[in-house]
């Protein structure tokens, strides 16, 4: 039981029975607060009273904003869009009546995937104790739910990684030698299917912003279900330089990658398709948009109240991870992961999926495996969360007590929020190839010595495409703006902890220098939903 303890420790006042507040533990497994953090901390405190400031983009209930603006509307993000709780599935199913132990020593993956396997529907329950897990775990059916006792009492041990067991071999973008799960893969995962099929090609141009578009026809179109809005690349890179307004920077080495969103059809009127939000982009011809069917085959599936230990040992470093990778969902709906702790973790959680809500994820590590880098940083793994090729996921009330490589993850993706987390030293790693339109709101980056630190390999663009935002992000220290060149021009940064000019270009970064005690309000995506929601009332 010698890896039970120390996460259990480490997890020990973090969740309330209720888990309606995540609170901020002052135990930090690697790099504990300074004296400048408490200072900060007492700082904030004493201004929670001050007078409100608003935003130029959006006023003080909204009234500034305008669809096709330079700030997109984030509401959508998350499990049924904000607009329903996250259900409290009935256990149907025990993995200790399929032969799981839970004592640490035998090995309980078969009883795992047996207990899948048998239940249709419901919550399979996980009960307290520390259970061996040497292979993949799927969920790959709608309503099943994987479900401890807490993080610090049922815990999943991972005595090898992936890279152990099923070896694979892996490339950077520049061709060099990598782990075969530095970039995706985990151990436990939701994987569906899209069933995405051409339905019909629209025959006209729309606009950022617009909430219709003409079709071809509109056979298999019904009013109230989803559809994706397709685009594709051309040669030339086209969608990709339109997408980084004009400046994508060098990406000769950039692949031919479709651009896609998500709406529900809401009237038809002859050929035109009207829908319930408006579009991240255009649709011009060259991009050859249509409509795709969206039928997703696992939704309403969840992973929740575990924790994830893998062992303890020094992080090998950069592209060189064995695989110790916790959670993965891919192509599922309305799914979701809940107050799930993982400790030495490689990966943490990767998202390849669209509209699903993570909420209450705490990270830790052993000091041990800590390596150390320029600036004093300590590193103790490649990605915490990493939303890549993914649309509107809600990434909320996590805690990353520990640095990875690459905290907070955006590639090849867009609609997704990170809201009201911390970070011990958080950075906001935007990996190139065509991140837009992510939230990133009410966040705590700690120490605030990375904000802006970032990977992606060469000649795939710059690190962030357009109409990004920033909204409320707070540090220990002054967080300067990203370096030039670092993405592009209709990016938004309101409300930083910061001794920076205001730079309200609008035709270049909107640097909008407000307190972050004193910005209201504190979280966009909130006050987004709430607006919307209340507008339907």
Known sequence: MNHFRPVACALRGV??????????????????????????????????????????????????????????????????????????????????????????VADDTKAFNAAIAATSRGAIFVPPGRYVITDYIRIQKSGVVLRGAGPDKSVLWFPRGLDEIHPKVGRTSTGSPASGYSFDGAFVGLQGDYQAKAVAKITAMAKRGDTSVEVDHTTGMVVGEKMWVWLRETPDHSLKTYLYNGDPGDIRKGKQIDTKMLVRVVAVEGTRVRFDRPLRFETRDEWKPEMRSFRPTVTESGIEALGFVFPAGRYRGHFKENGANAIELRAVHNCWVRKVAIHNGDLGINVVACGNTLDGLVFTADAGRAQEVAGGVALTGHHAIQCKSAEDNLVTRFDLRISYVHDLSVERASGNVFAGGRGADLCFDHHKDTPYEN????????????????????????????????????????????????????????????KSAAMTDAAGWWFEVVSPERLAPRDLYAAQLARRLAERR
């Open 15 to 104: 969740f309330v029975s209720t888990y309606g507040v995540l609170m901020v533990a002052a135990a930090v497994v690697v790099g504990a607060a300074n004296a400048a953090d408490v200072k900060v901390a007492a700082t904030r405190a004493s201004n929670t009273a001050a007078v409100p400031a608003f935003s130029a983009l959006w006023g003080e209930r909204g009234e500034k904003w305008a669809a096709g603006g330079r700030l997109p509307d984030f509401s959508r993000a998350g499990y049924h869009e904000g607009e329903a709780p996250i259900p409290d599935v009935p256990q149907v199913a025990n993995v200790k009546d399929f032969g799981a132990m839970g004592d640490g």
């Open 439 to 498: 939230l990133f709101t009410d966040i705590d980056c700690g120490r605030g010595t990375r904000v802006w630190r970032c990977g992606g390999g060469a000649s795939l663009g710059r690190q962030s495409a357009g109409w990004e935002t920033f909204w409320n992000i707070r540090a220990a220290r002054p967080i300067e703006p990203p370096p030039k060149g670092w993405g592009a021009p209709s990016i938004n940064f309101v409300g930083l902890t910061t």
